[in-house]
């Protein structure tokens, strides 16, 4: 791959990064309080309702990632970047004009046909840079997003409060379009197909990799990983407004709260990969997993908004280490003929953690509060901390596969 190319879609992947990012997130921090909007719920309702709402898009992604892994083998990677881009656009500058929750979960099902901007892209870099610099550029990719991520909140919290919910919505297909047209005509991809009748096949995949054990074990990681993080999304609004009481405005000071995390992990990310370069991706995954544990706890027992503002920063650190890692993982152990497939059913993997976390959170807080979700979360890391502890013993020095 010639060096400019990569450099040059790195660059350009990293806005449309940072543009997704944004556009995915403008809307998280209020989606309780939109749903609240949409019916006379129950706070037990609201915090099920929120939870459904949350995991219906990763389900069907879930489903249709390998599909489309598939389809980005024999007709490339920017394809699949136009696809979510333009679909995302569409799906949801509609939730803007929805009129109950069921019409809200049935644009969320159908943005998770069009889930996986993020994903396809890092495929893409993934499979162009050089194997040794794979961490720190995959941590570099990871910056876009991320500070998107923050930045989304904060733009979203201040619209909703301002001008209210559904504006945002459409701001938010507005980027997604923005995005989609930065990737038609910026985004160069070298591209070899691969004939239906070449297709590999899910057992030859595996017959492709020098480490079979450690790959599904990444995709095991990923899902536990999102599980843990997104057990508490649906209902960190809700757990801000009864820190907060009645007073401030809610979505904005919800969109902060969201958005201290990120900024962490834009600092720390870049240098973690690097980090991971030199020593090992594996140890720097099993560190940012301990600090999690260390940071969720105490904030079941925080009494101010403040405080939890503070412990979700410190959490960044360890979001820094922790997809960036697992993902330099794979690349470094994936070749790259089936390198599509795997980042494809990573995202099967990550889907499935997405689904399982909001519902999780939301009926953990619904039953015994919100407090509780702090305590239950650090259970699932430690597992996957076992698991890749597990999973992991092979990589010593081996060298990256080819």
Not at 147 to 170: D, E, H, K, N, Q
Not at 186 to 193: A, D, R, S, T
Not at 292 to 305: C, Y
Not at 348 to 353: E, K, L, P, T
């Amino acid at each position: 791959m010639n060096k400019s190319i990569w450099q040059t879609n790195l660059k350009i992947l990293w806005f449309g990064c940072f543009l997704a990012g944004m556009g995915f997130s403008l809307v998280m921090p209020f989606m309780a309080l939109y749903i609240n909007t949409l019916g006379d719920f129950t706070q037990k309702q609201l915090s099920l309702w929120s939870g459904i709402t949350f995991s219906s898009t990763f389900l069907v992604t879930a489903i249709v990632s390998p599909f489309w892994g598939k389809l980005a083998d024999r007709q490339g990677r920017k394809l699949m970047l136009l696809r979510t881009a333009l679909g995302m656009a569409i799906v949801l500058g509609l939730m803007g004009i929805v009129q109950n929750v069921y019409q809200l979960i049935a644009l969320r099902l159908l943005q998770g046909v069009f889930a996986g901007f993020i994903s396809n892209a890092t495929a893409l870099i993934a499979t162009q840079v050089p194997r040794e610099k794979s961490g720190a550029t995959l941590g570099t990719l990871t910056t876009g997003s991320v500070t998107g991520t923050l930045l989304g909140p904060l733009a979203g919290g201040t619209i909703a409060g301002f001008f209210g919910f559904r504006v945002t919505f459409f701001i938010t297909g507005l980027l997604l379009f923005l995005v989609f047209l930065l990737c038609l005509f910026f985004v160069k991809e070298e591209f070899v197909p691969i004939l239906k009748s070449e297709e590999l096949s899910g057992k030859d995949v595996l017959h492709q990799l020098k480490n079979p054990r450690v790959i599904v074990g990444m995709f095991v990681t990923t899902m536990m990983i999102q599980v843990a993080s997104n057990s508490i999304s649906p209902i960190l609004s809700l757990y801000v407004k009864q820190l907060a009481g009645n007073s401030g405005n809610i979505a904005f000071i919800s969109g902060i709260v969201a958005s201290v995390p990120g900024i962490a992990t834009l600092i720390a990310a870049p240098r973690l990969g690097a980090l991971g370069d030199r020593i090992g991706s594996e140890r720097v995954l099993k560190a940012g997993l301990v600090f999690s544990i260390i940071i969720l706890i105490p904030m079941a027992f925080v009494t101010q908004v403040w405080q939890l503002a503070v412990l979700r920063f410190l959490l960044g650190i360890s979001d820094a280490a922790l997809i960036p890692a697992v993902q330099a993982i794979l690349t470094k152990n994936s070749p790259h003929v089936v390198a599509g497939r795997v980042f494809s059913y990573n995202q099967s993997f990550q889907a499935m953690g997405n689904v399982m976390g909001p519902l999780v959170g939301s009926m953990v807080s619904a039953s015994f509060g919100f407090s509780s979700v702090f305590l239950i979360t650090p259970l699932f890391i430690v597992m996957n901390l076992f698991l890749v502890q597990r999973n992991t013993k092979s990589i010593k020095k081996q060298k990256p596969t080819s």
